[in-house]
Nanobody, 124 residues
Framework: QVQLVESGGGLVQAGGSLRLSCVVSGRTRSTFGMGWFRQAPGKGREFVASISWSAISTYYADPVKGRFTISRDNAKNTLYLQMNSLKPEDTAVYYC?????????????????WGQGTQVTVSS
């Protein structure tokens, strides 16, 4: 059993910053690939960023490149997403996910475990 718990969401003004965290517990594996996805009201779940188990590979969706940074601390079983220069269009529920494959997949289908999500709201 693997559990993922996100935190760090909230309400912020446009141009502000937030840092999301995701703690992985249970039968944890530092070799999990990890990712962040988001879902805005009325839209499907979309890829935000991903990182391989070794942190050598990272990928970002075009809308967040240069503003968001994904990182991980395997000793703490924690994934992070630093979000800067936030825009109203970043408003969504943000989910972290873990993949047994260990890679930095951009495809949600390849993720095996999901958190419950944390709300991020950016006001204009």
């Amino acid at each position: 059993q693997v559990q993922l718990v996100e935190s760090g969401g909230g309400l912020v003004q446009a141009g502000g910053s937030l840092r999301l965290s995701c703690v992985v517990s249970g039968r944890t594996r530092s070799t999990f690939g990890m990712g962040w996805f988001r879902q805005a009201p009325g839209k499907g779940r979309e890829f935000v960023a991903s990182i391989s188990w070794s942190a050598i590979s990272t990928y970002y969706a075009d809308p967040v490149k240069g503003r968001f940074t994904i990182s991980r601390d395997n000793a703490k079983n924690t994934l992070y997403l630093q979000m800067n220069s936030l825009k109203p269009e970043d408003t969504a529920v943000y989910y972290c996910a873990a993949s047994r494959s260990g890679g930095a997949s951009m495809n949600y289908i390849e993720y095996d475990y999901w958190g419950q999500g944390t709300q991020v709201t950016v006001s204009s």
